[in-house]
């Protein structure tokens, strides 16, 4: 790898105006391409001390051997010279979007003499109309099927057809007249395109036009009391509006907007868009990206429009609209160049509320669904499990192989319902069966990494129980029982029958955080006597592993199946524990208060809430409301509000805080 110092230009030497640079490596290929307002500004950025980039940018400018720059007039230019070489050279080191699938396309090659009517994936040809994307396929061969009854466009492919002109004889669908059959000369060549163009006017959101002529030439076919006429032409109809209204309406009939979400993590990001047109959604379209450059949403979002819209030209590509979850750092700039590309207005937007923005809220979903879909899918793969395993014992360094794998995180708000999760992989898949949940009170609350040794101490004292209990029971079986400590529970340990909590113990605890909460996993295991189990952790804001008493952290490579595999495992142990702490925040926001009072058992308190319908209203219940509740007599009721009265008093609970905006809630 190259040193950054042997290659960087002098600060004097880059100039301050707008422009884009592309780093080469050693062999002079183009590993990224980058646009800057202010060259100097950008490149020097790059140089700085390699301990403060970010790792992905670090391993960028490491591997490059040179750097060069070219001068624009202004940032459009910028833009459009950057997607220009990001096409030419591919960059690994820029974020290339490629479909997660291959999207079927209904086109129309209407350059050709007798313009085909088919399915189309792949590259785009000129001189084709194209349609969608469509998904799934067969809803649009089942569009194109009913189409043909009004449109009779040629759908065969060229080898039929020169088959057909040379014997004279169409093919089943001219028989069935759901094809004009141009091949037998049925219909001239001008006429047959311009069936062919009524029949891309209809997919282009013209169907109420044809549909108004269809139903004025039933009504002139009744009028003269041509029946079968008449019956064709509504048949006509009907086949129309079936298509026109398979789609359902979101929007006002005369948008045409393209709709993107996305849903990221540290690695990856998944994209999806709506193609709405005519107020009706009439395609939809995904990606999965690594995240191989470090970048803002914004700079993400920017780039994805670079990419998707670069090689369209004309509105049937580009349209009014395009609606984003967030506004690109150069929104003005790009509104010109798609403007450019388009022949027309258009504008990017940003929408809050109304009909659009709810729309944007399904897109979103959907790109949480993908993400969610693609890194279940790379879970389940056996070649993959295997290979992450293998990779994480390399890079840790470990002699021994990664059967079974534990993972802890500690879940909380402000230090209140203190809980933590332990969840089990073995061989590279969740074995949820030993999963268990801890409960933290007392001193071992206080803070993360005393909670940590708290809940790992407890852990492997159950451990090293059973196995103490296999050696001195005569069948080599032992009992389990149900541990209890002064700083809480084992949770979810209580069996039926007798048998062993934990089969056997870990090769490797994963813990989630850095170098403090590895070094109380590793002090209670110490303390407890055990050397044979390996501890790391797992940082979430740089994905670095951090193993005990290292100064530095192991980076796994970006798209490394080690480290693909210990995200899904921290993943799957954060939400284990959140799920167990809102279980026990919400059973003690509301049953608590009833608890501590002295002559209410479970059906009183049953009744009481169900009265009041909340905690909040019983609180604030004067004796003479108390009373009404079924089974509350006077003497009751106001020793309830003595009490309440009294526990208000002595409350000192810390206040509830929302997460995402830090806003204190009302209680």
């Given at each position: 790898?190259?040193?950054?110092?042997?290659?960087?230009?002098?600060?004097?030497?880059?100039?301050?105006?707008?422009?884009?640079?592309?780093?080469?490596?050693?062999?002079?290929?183009?590993?990224?391409?980058?646009?800057?307002?202010?060259?100097?500004?950008?490149?020097?950025?790059?140089?700085?001390?390699?301990?403060?980039?970010?790792?992905?940018?670090?391993?960028?400018?490491?591997?490059?051997?040179?750097?060069?720059?070219?001068?624009?007039?202004?940032?459009?230019?910028?833009?459009?010279?950057?997607?220009?070489?990001?096409?030419?050279?591919?960059?690994?080191?820029?974020?290339?979007?490629?479909?997660?699938?291959?999207?079927?396309?209904?086109?129309?090659?209407?350059?050709?003499?007798?313009?085909?009517?088919?399915?189309?994936?792949?590259?785009?040809?000129?001189?084709?109309?194209?349609?969608?994307?469509?998904?799934?396929?067969?809803?649009?061969?089942?569009?194109?099927?009913?189409?043909?009854?009004?449109?009779?466009?040629?759908?065969?492919?060229?080898?039929?057809?020169?088959?057909?002109?040379?014997?004279?004889?169409?093919?089943?669908?001219?028989?069935?007249?759901?094809?004009?059959?141009?091949?037998?000369?049925?219909?001239?060549?001008?006429?047959?395109?311009?069936?062919?163009?009524?029949?891309?006017?209809?997919?282009?959101?013209?169907?109420?036009?044809?549909?108004?002529?269809?139903?004025?030439?039933?009504?002139?076919?009744?009028?003269?009391?041509?029946?079968?006429?008449?019956?064709?032409?509504?048949?006509?109809?009907?086949?129309?509006?079936?298509?026109?209204?398979?789609?359902?309406?979101?929007?006002?009939?005369?948008?045409?907007?393209?709709?993107?979400?996305?849903?990221?993590?540290?690695?990856?990001?998944?994209?999806?868009?709506?193609?709405?047109?005519?107020?009706?959604?009439?395609?939809?379209?995904?990606?999965?990206?690594?995240?191989?450059?470090?970048?803002?949403?914004?700079?993400?979002?920017?780039?994805?429009?670079?990419?998707?819209?670069?090689?369209?030209?004309?509105?049937?590509?580009?349209?009014?609209?395009?609606?984003?979850?967030?506004?690109?750092?150069?929104?003005?700039?790009?509104?010109?160049?798609?403007?450019?590309?388009?022949?027309?207005?258009?504008?990017?937007?940003?929408?809050?509320?109304?009909?659009?923005?709810?729309?944007?809220?399904?897109?979103?979903?959907?790109?949480?669904?993908?993400?969610?879909?693609?890194?279940?899918?790379?879970?389940?793969?056996?070649?993959?499990?295997?290979?992450?395993?293998?990779?994480?014992?390399?890079?840790?360094?470990?002699?021994?192989?990664?059967?079974?794998?534990?993972?802890?995180?500690?879940?909380?708000?402000?230090?209140?319902?203190?809980?933590?999760?332990?969840?089990?992989?073995?061989?590279?898949?969740?074995?949820?069966?030993?999963?268990?949940?801890?409960?933290?009170?007392?001193?071992?609350?206080?803070?993360?990494?005393?909670?940590?040794?708290?809940?790992?101490?407890?852990r492997f004292r159950n451990y090293l129980a059973d196995q103490a209990a296999k050696q001195l029971a005569p069948d080599g079986s032992g009992g389990a029982g149900r541990e209890e400590s002064g700083a809480g529970v084992l949770a979810d340990t209580t069996m039926a029958a007798p048998r062993a909590k934990f089969?056997?113990?870990?090769?490797?605890?994963?813990?989630?955080?850095?170098?403090?909460?590895?070094?109380?996993?590793?002090?209670?295991?110490?303390?407890?006597?055990?050397?044979?189990?390996?501890?790391?952790?797992?940082?979430?804001?740089?994905?670095?592993?951090?193993?005990?008493?290292?100064?530095?952290?192991?980076?796994?490579?970006?798209?490394?199946?080690?480290?693909?595999?210990?995200?899904?495992?921290?993943?799957?142990?954060?939400?284990?524990?959140?799920?167990?702490?809102?279980?026990?925040?919400?059973?003690?926001?509301?049953?608590?208060?009833?608890?501590?009072?002295?002559?209410?058992?479970?059906?009183?308190?049953?009744?009481?809430?169900?009265?009041?319908?909340?905690?909040?209203?019983?609180?604030?219940?004067?004796?003479?409301?108390?009373?009404?509740?079924?089974?509350?007599?006077?003497?009751?009721?106001?020793?309830?509000?003595?009490?309440?009265?009294?526990?208000?008093?002595?409350?000192?609970?810390?206040?509830?805080?929302?997460?995402?905006?830090?806003?204190?809630?009302?209680?």
């Amino acid at each position: 790898m190259a040193d950054p110092s042997s290659y960087r230009p002098r600060t004097g030497e880059i100039p301050t105006n707008p422009g884009v640079y592309r780093f080469r490596d050693e062999h002079k290929r183009v590993i990224y391409v980058g646009k800057a307002k202010n060259l100097r500004s950008r490149l020097t950025s790059y140089f700085a001390a390699p301990e403060t980039l970010q790792p992905k940018t670090r391993a960028m400018v490491h591997s490059a051997a040179s750097v060069e720059w070219t001068v624009v007039g202004s940032e459009l230019e910028a833009i459009q010279l950057e997607y220009t070489w990001i096409k030419e050279f591919a960059p690994r080191f820029n974020i290339m979007f490629r479909d997660d699938k291959s999207y079927p396309y209904l086109a129309v090659t209407m350059s050709e003499k007798f313009p085909r009517v088919q399915v189309m994936r792949g590259e785009r040809r000129k001189g084709t109309k194209y349609f969608g994307p469509f998904y799934p396929a067969k809803a649009i061969r089942e569009t194109v099927d009913t189409l043909l009854r009004v449109f009779p466009v040629r759908t065969c492919s060229n080898g039929v057809f020169k088959r057909a002109v040379a014997t004279g004889r169409p093919c089943l669908l001219g028989y069935i007249d759901k094809c004009s059959a141009p091949c037998v000369g049925r219909i001239s060549p001008e006429d047959h395109k311009a069936l062919a163009a009524e029949f891309c006017a209809f997919m282009g959101g013209e169907a109420g036009r044809f549909i108004t002529a269809l139903e004025r030439k039933m009504a002139a076919a009744v009028a003269e009391l041509d029946y079968e006429s008449a019956a064709r032409y509504r048949d006509d109809i009907a086949a129309l509006k079936r298509v026109f209204e398979r789609n359902a309406v979101v929007l006002s009939e005369d948008t045409d907007a393209d709709v993107f979400a996305m849903a990221e993590d540290e690695l990856e990001a998944a994209v999806q868009v709506f193609h709405v047109r005519g107020g009706r959604i009439r395609g939809q379209r995904g990606w999965v990206v690594e995240k191989v450059e470090d970048q803002t949403r914004a700079d993400f979002i920017e780039h994805l429009l670079q990419q998707v819209y670069g090689d369209g030209e004309g509105p049937d590509r580009i349209p009014r609209q395009v609606l984003l979850p967030a506004e690109p750092e150069n929104a003005a700039e790009l509104e010109e160049w798609l403007r450019g590309l388009r022949g027309s207005r258009m504008e990017i937007r940003v929408p809050k509320r109304g009909d659009k923005a709810a729309l944007l809220a399904t897109v979103q979903e959907n790109a949480d669904q993908a993400l969610a879909l693609h890194k279940s899918r790379r879970a389940g793969d056996i070649t993959t499990r295997s290979a992450g395993l293998q990779q994480l014992q390399e890079a840790l360094g470990l002699p021994v192989a990664l059967l079974r794998i534990e993972c802890y995180d500690i879940s909380h708000v402000q230090g209140t319902n203190v809980v933590a999760s332990m969840v089990v992989v073995e061989d590279g898949l969740p074995k949820k069966s030993d999963y268990r949940r801890f409960s933290i009170t007392g001193e071992a609350a206080r803070d993360d990494t005393a909670s940590m040794y708290d809940v790992i101490s407890r852990r492997f004292r159950n451990y090293l129980a059973d196995q103490a209990a296999k050696q001195l029971a005569p069948d080599g079986s032992g009992g389990a029982g149900r541990e209890e400590s002064g700083a809480g529970v084992l949770a979810d340990t209580t069996m039926a029958a007798p048998r062993a909590k934990f089969a056997y113990p870990p090769n490797l605890v994963v813990v989630d955080g850095g170098p403090p909460q590895v070094a109380a996993a590793s002090r209670a295991l110490a303390d407890l006597g055990i050397t044979d189990i390996y501890v790391v952790g797992l940082a979430k804001r740089l994905e670095e592993v951090w193993l005990p008493d290292d100064e530095f952290p192991v980076i796994l490579p970006r798209a490394s199946e080690g480290l693909y595999l210990l995200q899904r495992i921290r993943d799957e142990a954060h939400r284990f524990a959140i799920s167990y702490h809102r279980q026990k925040r919400g059973k003690s926001m509301t049953v608590s208060i009833l608890d501590e009072i002295q002559g209410l058992g479970p059906a009183k308190s049953k009744a009481l809430l169900k009265h009041f319908g909340s905690a909040k209203r019983l609180k604030a219940a004067g004796v003479e409301e108390l009373v009404q509740v079924p089974g509350i007599g006077p003497a009751l009721a106001a020793s309830i509000r003595r009490q309440l009265d009294t526990a208000a008093g002595q409350d000192t609970a810390v206040p509830a805080v929302n997460m995402t905006t830090g806003e204190i809630i009302d209680s």
